[in-house]
Each structure stands twice: as C-alpha cells, then as structure tokens.
C-alpha cells in the first residue's frame, strides 16, 4: 500500500496523462517490494525526469521550482528556523518578507510539514519545490549537526517536568512526542555522518547508554538518564514496524531512510535484558561503502592472485574471517569487478545488503525454508555461471557448493575460521569428503580489518625491544623504519585513527597442498606448507602495514 505522499503523487500522474496506467501498476509493485520511494523509483526507471516531476508537483501545489545553485540565505532567515526541526522535516528557509516565511522542503507532498511549520513559527509559510539533493546539501551546510546540540537536547529533555514520573505506558505514549522523535533522528543522523557502522542502545540499572562502533571500536555518548530508555527504544521499534509491546522475545526489523541525499538503510535487533530491551542497529550505508578491490587496502601481490582466482572458470573460492572483517565487502567487490554482460550471477544472503547492478540477489529465509542450501539448489536450475552464497553454514550448503562447482561453476563464499588454511580444516569438520576438497577448492583469502592511522595527528616515534619482540622481530628486520602512532585530533574525535584497511593472508591451492589435504593434515601442517610456497600470513601483512606507516602496532597484536 502506498503512503499518503506517493499516493498523492500517482494521483497527479494519473491525472496528468504523463505515465500510463499499467506502466504505474509495476512501479507500485516494485515500491512494495523494495520499500523505496516511489519518486526515486520513477525517475530510475527512466519515466519521468526529475526536472518534469518537479515541474508537475510544484503546477498541482500552485507554486514554483527553485533552482537552489546559485541561492545564498542570510543567517536571520536560517535563524528562523531551528536546526532540530530543519533536518527532522526537511526544510530549508529561504526568504522572509516579514509576514511570510519562504521554504523549500524535500517532501513537499506531505502537506502536514507546512502545518507543523506554521504552528511552531506563528507565521505564514510558502512553500515552493526544489531537487532533493540540493536540499540535502543546504540541510548540511547550514544546519549541521554536532555531538554538543544532542546533548544539549537530552538535557533539555531530561529537564522536562514530570518526564521522570511516568509510569510504563505513559513512557510508551511519549515516543511519539516530538522531543523524542527529534532525539533519535538526531542520534541515527549523527550515526550516518560518523561513518558509524552500529549504533547500540543499551539499558543499565542506573543509566541508558548510547554507543556508536566507528571503525570498528565503540564510543560512548555522553550517558543519558535511565527513564528515557524506554521511550526512546520504542520510537525505534515504531519507526521498524516491531511490537512495542513484545518486550520478552528477541526482534528483528529494518529502517528505510534518506540522510543528506543518500539511502540508508538500518537493521534492527533488539534482545531482553535485566533492565528492558537492548537495540543494536546496523548502518548500511551506501555511499559509504566503496566496492572496489583496488580501495580495500590489500597488498598488490595478494591482489593480483585474487584477480587470478575470480577469473577462473570454476571452483570455491571462500573468504574467512571473524564477523566484521570486512568478508562480504570484498566478496561484493570481487563480484563487481567480474560482472559482465555476458555472464550470469546470482547470490544467497542474509540479508541482502547493497544492491548490485545486473547481479540477481536472493535474500535468505530460514523461516519459509528458503535456506543456503535450498536457494542454491534452485540456482542451478537457473543457467547461472557464478555464484555467490553469503555463508557456507553446515554440510548440506558445503556439498552443494562443491557440487555446484564441479558442475562447471565458480563459487563465492564465505567461513567463520581463523585463518586461511583454517577453512580447510573446518570443511573437513563439516562432513565434506577431502577428495571434493581437492577437486573443487581453488582458493582461501583469510582476511581483518585494522584501523589505520589519522594522517592529521600521525607521529613517529622508535620502537623498543620489547616492542619488536611482541612482534617477532629484530632490530635488523625493521632498518631505519619508524613505527607510528595517533596523538588524537579534531579529525578523528581524538582517537588517533581515522579509516580501516584489510590485512590479507592469501592461500592458493596446488598439488602439494592437496596432498596434506588428502592425508588430513593438521591446520598448522597445511599453514606450514603454504607459507613455504609463499604465503604472507596476516600478521606479516600487519607488519608491512606498520613499516608503511598505515597502522599502529597494537592495531597489528590485537587482530593478528
């Protein structure tokens, strides 16, 4: 079903003539499927161009299209309106003329923005239509926000009188309060600017914590009051369709929205607590995520093999690694880059998390029995000549894999195992026979992500002893070379790191390996093996990271 705005916007196309019925009928069939705005979807698909969209809103609301390039707004106008209610509607003042206030809004189909406007200012709004990007980057530069306004903003709303007397249910009513709501776009506004890749929402005894993991390490808001974790963990379930009421089992959901122009898209889980519901939500932000080998920082020797190996005709190729290293980034990247016209690529994963042009994605359902195994099975049915299945989870999905590679296919995937030669070890552990092994593994990228250092505060500095022999090294192993830390900068927040970068570990399957395989080796016999052919293994890689100047070495001990 359709929401009020795009509702209305069918409505003018209709009426107007410019888009034929039936062709509208599929665009709503895609809106519901893909949850994405139908404005966006019409102008995708090539129906309408944005100029004449605007130009047909802007004639049915009676007013006009401004053109926002060459505009600059005096501060009293932007003064008039408050940095909190700006991004949270989406407007943009652009003139006063002393009885009337001008303003562009993102979603000028939602006629309640000019109401709610014109309520809280007490004056008279016009409102005229602009593109959505420009909007979007008036919204930034005018109205940024900062972690010192959303504190302000949880104080003002902890000093709001009787907040701390209400009882359960009245709590739950105040979610749909305007401070609240204005809080938590605040919280996932400034989640999606940090480039923070989970935001936790986390209930204690005494307090409500608010956590953001940014490059992989977690940072703390400034702690909010205990009282305010429950409305604002419901404004969270309200915005991801979850029961609000259903505080006893685990939840799962998914927010859909629009910051600075890009599409951002945020998984929700909640579990039961001691003291009231946990909320992690995952940004999958895609404008962030730069899918390309050549960006993920892998040294070129190892990348030169990987172009190698995806450019087999067929076998398993499995990417390993804890959970957040960065596995599913470089099996998308590897896909981009061997995505061609003339072949045919379908993936399995759960869920789906960036759309990838012309790749046929599958997202898995364990509940309908839409496993691993199964989407894979009906895959082969389906003339495809690489696949990709998000995560090889139990022997069933192992031996398809291999079966489907066997039958000509190349197969992307991905295991939870320490290290390279691991994975190899683990498929044993699974039930799959070391002669399929053989026959069908082509290749193991064992891979972490380690934070790099901040170029605007890097400082070098002489290792000691004991710092080279946690690392393994002699003083003769590193020459002249300094090693680097971060003294903390405005940049990156005082931490000393700004960005991530893989370290690698690379194993390539011969004759040889295959026979440690067939005889069951060990784990340590088949690492032993491959870096006497020539594996780097991560912590080397972490070396020559350090020796680089892109990391720190207590990033390197941590993570290798």
Known sequence: MLDPESQSLKDMLLASGIIPADQLAEVEEEYERSAKPLKELLINYDMIMEDQLLEMIATNLGTEVVDLTH?????????????????????????????????????????????????????????????????????????????????????????????????????????????????????????????????????????????????????????????????????????????????????????????????????????????????????????????????????????????????????????????????????????????????????AEDPVEYDLEGIVQVPINDAVGMTFAAALRAFLRQDPDIIMLGETRDLESAEMAVQASLTGHLVFTTLHTNDAAGAITRLVDMGVEPFLITSSLIGVLGQRLIRKVCNGCKTAFTPTDEDLAALGLKRSDIGDNKFYYGKGCNLCQNTGYKGRKAITELLVMDSRINDLVLQNAPTIVIRDKARELGMETMREDGIRAILNGDTTMEEVLKYT
């Open 71 to 347: 505009v600059e707004i005096e501060k009293s106008v932007i003064d008039m309106v408050p940095g909190d209610t700006a991004r949270m509607l989406g407007v943009v003042p652009l003139s006063y003329d002393g009885t009337s206030l001008t303003v562009t809004v993102r979603n000028p189909l939602n006629y309640q923005i000019g109401d709610e406007l014109r309520f809280m200012l007490n004056k008279d709004i016009i409102t005229v239509v602009s593109p959505e990007a420009q909007i979007d980057r008036f919204l930034e530069k005018y109205y940024p926000m900062d972690m010192g306004s959303m504190q302000d903003m949880l104080a003002e709303m902890e000093l709001q009188d009787g907040l701390a007397n209400l009882n359960e249910n009245d709590l739950e009513n105040a979610a749909s309060e305007a401070p609240i709501i204005k809080f938590v776009d605040a919280v996932l506004y400034q989640a999606v600017k940090d480039k923070a890749s989970d935001i936790h929402f986390e209930p204690f005894e005494k307090e409500f914590k608010i956590r953001y993991r940014i490059d992989g390490a977690l940072y703390e808001m400034a702690p909010a009051t205990k009282n305010l974790a429950i409305p604002v963990i419901s404004r969270v379930k309200i915005m991801s369709s979850l029961n609000i009421s259903e505080r006893r089992k685990p939840q799962d959901g998914r927010i859909q929205l629009r910051v600075a122009g890009n599409p951002i898209d945020l998984r929700v889980s909640t579990l039961p607590t001691q003291f009231g519901e946990s909320v992690v939500l995952r940004v999958l932000d895609r404008s962030v995520v730069n899918l390309d080998l050549d960006m993920l920082g892998i040294n070129e020797n190892v990348l030169h093999k990987i172009r190698d190996i995806i450019s087999m005709p067929n076998g398993i190729f499995i990417i390993t690694g804890p959970t957040g290293s960065g596995k599913t980034t470089t099996l998308y990247s590897a896909l981009k880059e061997i995505n061609k016209v003339e072949d045919k690529i379908l993936t």
